[in-house]
């Protein structure tokens, strides 16, 4: 029954009509409506695209007479309907411009047409009040999903910030413990430079007791102390080199974690920034627009259990840093204190031997010089002693003469009168009595000359040795003491 209906009437000239298909007329109306098929965005409504019967082209035209002002085609020609009518009237009836129907047809159509238009309104009334429908739920589903949007990057704001924060306080925290590990590691190297001084002190002290002299030349207990003082300083230098390095190495490791934790504050700061312009954005908003398939591209790499672990674990890392930093200063204070107790008990313990050691050379030098002074005093007596033999000896001479000059007298009596008698053996016994004396005499001489000779060897063997002792002295007291009456480490030592 549609194929039946009556073309559609189009204005415009009616020669254009002649050279135009049905398709052809439909896409020059304007407001064509297509079907479904062709808009696969609307919905289906039970219809086709109904192909327009083409005008029947007519066999027979007249010849236009008039050709109206401004026309562009030809001038229509217009059949004869009533051409041989008087001859056949079926021939002029098939002649006719249009195809006859029957009164009923023409009722039908118009029936037909009537039902057709009540079934499309009753359609179309189903489908506003659907359209109407699914618009309210489209619109509130919309806005519930908005909704939703906003609140979860409210939530999402929240934990950012949350962490954020958390990275802050940390970092902060983390740049505070950087700053007392650079002033531990500046305290560690001045204790480093400071073993330099006492041990050039220490080394001098022995270089300075190599110039003793002779029997001084002993490994008493002052040179016990310096290389005992002396290996300690360098013990204690290696321990605070070592600890320099752990301390360079906890800073290299402590750098690290600053770094992870500055670059996670700033993606923080830039995610927050970034959230709060989409939380901000609403249906009113400026710089909103259409980004065709971004929601089939995923860009993420984390998903929130991951991405509050890194978080988590870089602050858990920077704690367990810092404890270690922490750690790692208190270990350094005990080692410089230990270094410097054990340094400054050395000191004391070498100045105490070196002191001690002077007090024995002094009496050492004391106890020589009043020697010494016996000595020379015996020296003395001895000399003295020996001008008396000598004395005594040339005392004897002159009683030795006049014994003997008595013999030789009386060795000139005559005859019987060269009598051994009394006088003659005491003279005699006299001469061997002078001659004994003399002979004991120079015998005490000469054991009074070696004894000379040796109070003098003895003297200059003094004399030596409390040279000896005097630049012992001065070595110990002068030189050594003196370089150590101060103590020549500043640091303060903490108990």
């Known amino acids: 029954m549609l194929q039946q209906l009556q073309p559609w009437s189009v204005p415009g000239p009616p020669a254009i009509m002649d050279r135009m298909s049905g398709s052809d007329v439909m896409s020059k109306i304007p407001n064509y409506y297509q079907t479904p098929r ?3 965005s609307r919905s289906h409504m039970g219809y086709e695209n109904m192909a327009l019967t083409p005008l029947p082209e007519p066999r027979q035209l007249m010849d236009a007479t008039i050709v109206p002002y401004g026309a562009t085609s030809e001038p229509l020609r217009f059949p004869n309907i009533v051409s041989g009518f008087d001859k056949n009237p079926s021939h002029a009836a098939r002649a006719a411009l249009y195809t006859r129907y029957t009164p009923y047809e023409w009722s039908q159509a118009a029936l037909c047409n009537f039902n057709e238009a009540d079934t499309s309104r009753n359609i179309a009334e189903r489908l506003r009040s659907d359209a109407v429908r699914i618009m309210r ?10 909704r939703d949007s906003s609140r979860r990057l409210g939530e999402r704001l929240t934990d950012t910030t949350f962490w954020a924060n958390e990275l802050a306080t940390e970092q902060e925290k983390m740049q505070t413990e950087q700053n007392l590990l650079a002033d531990t590691r500046r305290a560690v190297e001045k204790a ?14 022995l270089y300075h007791r190599e110039h003793r002299i002779g029997i001084d030349l002993v490994h008493d207990q002052p040179e016990i102390s310096l290389l005992k003082e002396v290996e300690n300083l360098r013990q204690c230098q290696r321990r605070l080199i ?9 800073t290299r490791v402590n750098r690290s974690c600053q770094h992870e934790l500055e670059t996670d504050t700033r993606s923080k700061h830039s995610a927050l920034a970034i959230d709060n312009v989409c939380h901000q954005l609403n249906d009113h908003s400026r710089g909103i627009n259409y980004y065709g398939g971004i929601e089939k591209y995923d860009c993420t790499i984390t998903v929130p259990e991951t991405w509050a672990e890194n978080s988590n674990r870089i602050c858990l890392k920077s704690k367990s840093e810092r404890s270690k930093s922490s750690q790692l200063r208190n270990e350094c204070d005990q080692v410089m204190n230990a270094c410097a107790n054990e340094i400054w008990n050395h000191w004391n313990d070498t100045n105490s031997a070196l002191s001690r050691r002077a007090s ?10 009043m020697n010494l002074h016996k000595v020379q005093q015996e020296i003395f007596d001895v000399e003295k002693n020996m ?6 000896i040339m005392d004897k001479s002159n009683p030795m003469k006049v014994a003997q000059t008595r013999l030789e007298a009386r060795s000139h009596r005559r005859d019987v009168e060269l009598c051994r008698d009394d006088a003659h053996n005491r003279l005699i016994q006299e001469v061997g009595e002078i001659s004994e004396s003399v002979e004991v005499l120079h015998r005490k001489l000469q054991d009074a000359e070696a004894l000379h ?3 003098l060897m003895s003297r200059s063997t003094l004399e030596k040795d409390l040279q000896i002792k005097v630049n012992s002295l ?3 007291r002068e030189k050594c003491l003196g370089m150590r009456r101060s103590f020549p480490i500043t640091a303060t030592v903490k108990y």
Request: glycine share 0%; hydrophobic share 30%.
């Open 38 to 40: 062709l808009h696969p």
């Open 137 to 146: 739920m489209t619109d509130e589903k919309t806005q519930q999903a908005q």
């Open 192 to 205: 480093i430079q400071d073993c330099e001084p006492p041990a050039h002190i220490s080394q001098e002290c």
């Open 242 to 250: 070592d600890m320099k390095q752990r301390v360079l190495d906890q």
């Open 360 to 369: 024995e050379t002094m009496e050492a030098k004391n106890r020589i010089q």
């Open 387 to 392: 001008e008396m033999i000598k004395k005594a």
């Open 453 to 455: 000779q040796q109070l």
């Open 474 to 476: 001065f070595i110990d």
